[in-house]
């Protein structure tokens, strides 16, 4: 087999609001497991040196020292909900050590909330030490990111339609409630899937377990991790009920992927 050409670095699995929850004291909020421990959901990809992240969670700052990232080359973003885009202003050391911009991708709707979001970003007019340096790239169509074809999935977050991402032989769906026919045509042959799997009751906005599961199955991945998850999975547990080949994502997990 040839070498493994990515890394992906899951640095955050949790669902919205994290786990532990704020308040909470179930039996998944006060495990010593530490996989239980979930902040907000993104992962880092690595390949050639390079690292790509998908979305810059609140936690982002958290996430970025415990995974010890000395580099980020470019981001990601699937939507801008809270949970997948306040840690944004937290890419300047990078703007600093690199000394450079970092490309930012996003669809057209995406990139409007995050410049609503964080007007000061791209208002000023010269390079300022205090404010993230950026260079906005719309998502139009399949794009390259430092010789990785990226083909962004459209899927729908209730009512909204956003963006999972494939890349290689992986792809990384998060928030979805429904992944269009079309899109699942997008999603043959892979090495890895990474699914929102919220929790195991139906949620008008977010896939459950069986959902995934199904897509799973259906799209006849090799291996599945889920994400996006909330305390109503504790982790120990909830893989004991799934196939081998499905498991739970944690924060800290490491997957080697083929490119292709
Ligand atoms: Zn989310
Ligand atoms: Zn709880
Ligand atoms: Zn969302």
Redesign the pocket.
Known sequence: MPAPALKITVLGSGTSVG???IG???????SADPRDSRLRPSVLIGYEGRNVLIDTTPDFRTQALRARIERLDAVLFTHAHADHLMGLDDVRPFNFRQKDRIPIYASAHTMEAVRRCFPYIFDCQERKTNVPQLEPRLIDGPFEVFGLKFVPVPILHGKQTIHGFRFGAAAYLTDHSEIPERSMELLRSLDVIFLDALRYKPHPTHSTVERSVKTAETLGARRAFFTHIC?DLGHERAESLLPPHIRLAYDGLEVEVGAS
């Open positions: 786990v532990p929850t909470c004291h179930c039996a998944v909020c006060t305390h």
